[in-house]
């Protein structure tokens, strides 16, 4: 299978295995790096074209704010130049033509009015003179210079009014309409006002904004001056050319290409403030601009690694998987090796049956036990070298088995060998069970295994031993009818000599010596025990050949019968009786279980010891298989040497003289017949002096009827095999 072939070659190169998951898990990496870097260089363009689109808007802004105030400054710039002569005198008109002139600008913060000397003669902040001169700053010799009356935005060093702080001016040339030159009108912007709005429009939080001249100065800076990118000369240049506006950009500005201390890599987007000589610069900070980026890499980072470490557990498990997989095909193929070696060496015939009862496999003694190649079997059913009489019970035994119906069947039958000549087979018939589903009762059929022993020497020998047995019934019971026909049939001669004695003894006793008379006493004597010896063999036949046929039996009434049949016995000895409230039921026949316990009683009472009364006790419990109830019957009388335990069961066995205790030594071998009559056993347990224990072990009632059921049940399945047998 390509599972097993996968094994061996994984189990066999584990050098191998690990190297490819090695390489894979590299080529995720590598194709993980090449996304990143790709999706890296895409963001940058993204950041980069958004940073161009931010310093458009902020250069529109900007636009918007200083054409407000250029608007002002225009007009201011009419205003005073058309009645510059005017204004000359009238101060405080002319401080309030200026406030009217600024009021729609919030970014201007001052206006003022300059002489062509730079001093300055108006303000809006008061008609008083103001003593500061701009005859040195640049913007103002700029105008004084060029006739073109442009905006000029910039910067002027202690323009402030405490004289150290540095304004923002916008500016514009002021001239007479001759064009003389008349002097300047400049406003000094708010810098925070403007700082505010290039910060409102950033987007990035390290994003630095500045304002620039066209000379690359920066003007207003959302950071400080040394961390802005410098103007790019073509921007520069454009706007000293006053050329068309649009965006161009300063690209990513290294830390050694800078003239400024810089702690990252940054990239800058410069555009046109409208028609403006200024430009807005943005500065960006990569990292930042990277940012969404990074996280988005990190999270991958973080998939690829938990994904590498589900691979490598999932190479590790697979890696175990398949040794596992290879070490249970080898134990499968030695375990199939074995079962070949099992089912080829076996000493029985193995056959392997399918669900239609067609031979599948066979071994050699099966093929050796039908005297046929094994090719001639397979394929074939067995059913068709059966011999015709054993078919119909071996079809239907085989039925039961392949639909469940019973989990196994044992038989015996004969096959057909090639000469005629039949073998007799004990078939073993199974299931082939599935023991990898556990499938033990399935639906539908299923094959069999089919175990076959040559038993024709058996059987043979079997039908010796049932002839050998036959004639041994035959003649216990011709052995059993004589001693019955013996001892019946003595009694009368027995009694007509008894009886002859004792009326000599009575007529003619005065006529007899001594000696005679002591001669007929012993020949009475031994009559009369020759008749009890008659009568206890008479009894002995007895037992089973004229007993009842078994059925439940209350031993607690067949108990207090034998205890009712010795009263007298018990009353002249005095004796004591302990006996159970209940004792169990069994299986027996009432008259022959009263027998054994009255013997057992009668003995215990008989012998007992001369120095103490005697007790009996009679106690039950079980067996250690719990299959028998144990019936004991305890005395205390003389006791039993250890040697005597077997010898007082056999027939006419005595330990003792007939002076001490009268007996034939036949009522404990009735008990031990009566004993085996039921399934049951009888022995003894004693010490000398110290009483007895005979114990008998009687099946318990439903042991017993099962028993019985299974032995009539053989004995119709023996009716049967003999009527199958050949004639």
């Known amino acids: 299978m390509p599972h097993r ?87 405080f008109r002319a401080t309030g033509i200026l406030r009217a002139g600024i009021a729609g600008a919030p970014a201007v913060r001052e206006a003022l009015v300059i002489d062509a000397m730079g001093r300055v003669l108006h303000r809006n902040s008061s008609p008083e003179p103001d003593l500061r001169t701009f005859a040195d700053w640049p913007a103002f010799q700029w105008h004084r210079s060029h006739r073109a009356p442009a905006l000029r935005l910039s910067l002027r060093e202690g323009g402030g009014f405490d004289g150290r702080t540095t304004d923002l001016m916008a500016s514009r040339r002021l001239s007479a309409p001759d064009g003389r030159f008349l002097g300047v009108v400049a406003m000094s912007l708010d810098r925070g006002y403007l700082e505010t709005e290039l910060h409102a429009g950033r987007l990035w939080t390290g994003g630095l904004v500045g304002l620039y001249d066209e000379v690359g100065r ?108 290879a070490t249970n095909q080898r134990k499968v193929e030695e375990n199939e090796r074995r079962f070949r070696s099992i089912f080829n060496n076996a000493g029985a015939g193995i056959a392997l049956v399918d669900a239609n009862g067609v031979v599948a496999e066979i071994n050699e003694q099966f093929a050796r036990i039908l005297q046929r190649e094994r090719r001639e079997v397979v394929g074939r059913t067995l059913l068709d070298l059966t011999v015709p009489e054993d078919r119909h019970f071996s079809r239907e035994a085989a039925e039961k088995v392949r639909t469940g119906e019973t989990p196994a069947a044992q038989y015996e039958k004969r096959y057909a060998l090639p000469d005629g000549s039949t073998v007799w087979v004990e078939v073993t018939l199974s299931p082939q069970i599935d023991v990898a589903s556990r499938d033990l009762s399935p639906q539908a059929p299923r094959g069999s295994v089919v175990v076959a022993r040559d038993i024709t020497q058996r059987r043979a020998a079997r039908e010796v031993i049932q002839d050998k047995t036959r004639a041994l019934e035959r003649s216990n019971v011709e052995l059993e009818e004589f001693a019955y026909v013996a001892s019946h049939d003595l009694q009368e001669p027995l009694r007509t000599v008894a009886s002859y004695l004792q009326l000599l003894q009575r007529r003619h006793a005065a006529k007899l010596d001594d000696d005679a008379r002591d001669y007929i006493g012993f020949a009475v004597a031994g009559a009369h025990r020759m008749s009890l010896l008659i009568q206890d063999l008479l009894q002995y036949s007895r037992v089973g050949r004229m007993g009842k046929p078994l059925k439940p039996l209350d031993l607690t009434a067949a108990v207090r019968q034998a205890c009712d049949a010795l009263s007298t016995a018990i009353k002249e000895s005095r004796a004591s009786l302990e006996l159970p409230d209940r004792l169990p039921m069994v299986l027996g026949d009432e008259a022959e279980i009263t027998r054994l316990f009255q013997n057992l009683l009668g003995n215990a009472i008989k012998y007992r010891h001369p120095d103490r009364p005697p007790v009996v006790r009679v106690t039950v419990e079980e067996d250690a298989g719990g299959e028998a109830w144990v019936i004991s019957v305890h005395d205390n009388g003389i006791g039993i040497a250890p040697q005597y335990f077997e010898k007082v069961f056999k027939i006419f066995q005595r330990l003792h003289g007939r002076d001490a205790y009268e007996g034939t030594g036949v009522g404990l071998s009735i008990c031990k017949k009566i004993a085996e009559r039921h399934g049951g056993r009888i022995w003894v347990e004693s010490e000398p002096d110290h009483g007895s224990v005979f114990r008998v072990a009687l099946p318990k009632l439903e042991v017993a009827l099962a028993a019985a059921a299974q032995a009539a049940e053989a004995d119709d399945g023996g009716s049967r095999a003999s009527e199958r047998e050949p004639a």
């Open 5 to 91: 072939r996968l094994a061996r070659v994984m189990h066999s190169t584990p050098a191998a295995f690990l190297a490819g998951g090695l390489a894979l898990t590299l080529l995720i990496w590598v194709i993980g790096g090449a996304f990143a870097w790709h999706s890296r260089t895409t963001e940058v363009e993204r950041a980069r074209a958004m940073s161009r689109a931010v310093s458009e808007t902020l250069a529109f802004n900007a636009a918007a704010t200083l054409q407000n105030m250029d608007g002002a400054l225009t007009s201011l710039t009419a205003e005073f130049g058309a009645n510059w002569a005017r204004y000359e005198f009238e101060r």
């Open 218 to 325: 920066v003007l207003v800076a959302t950071a400080p001056v040394q961390r802005l990118p410098a103007l790019p000369d073509v921007m520069s240049a454009r706007l000293l050319a006053a050329g068309g506006g649009g965006a161009i950009e300063g690209g990513v500005i290294p830390r050694h290409a800078a003239d400024h201390a810089e702690d990252e890599d940054r990239f800058a987007a410069f555009a046109r403030v409208g028609d403006m000589p200024l430009a807005i610069g943005l500065s960006v900070p990569l990292e930042e601009a990277l940012a969404r980026w990074r996280d988005d890499t990190l999270r991958f980072a973080g998939l690829l690694v938990v994904l590498t470490l589900v691979l490598a557990l999932t190479a590790l498990a697979l890696r175990g998987a398949l040794r596992e997989i």
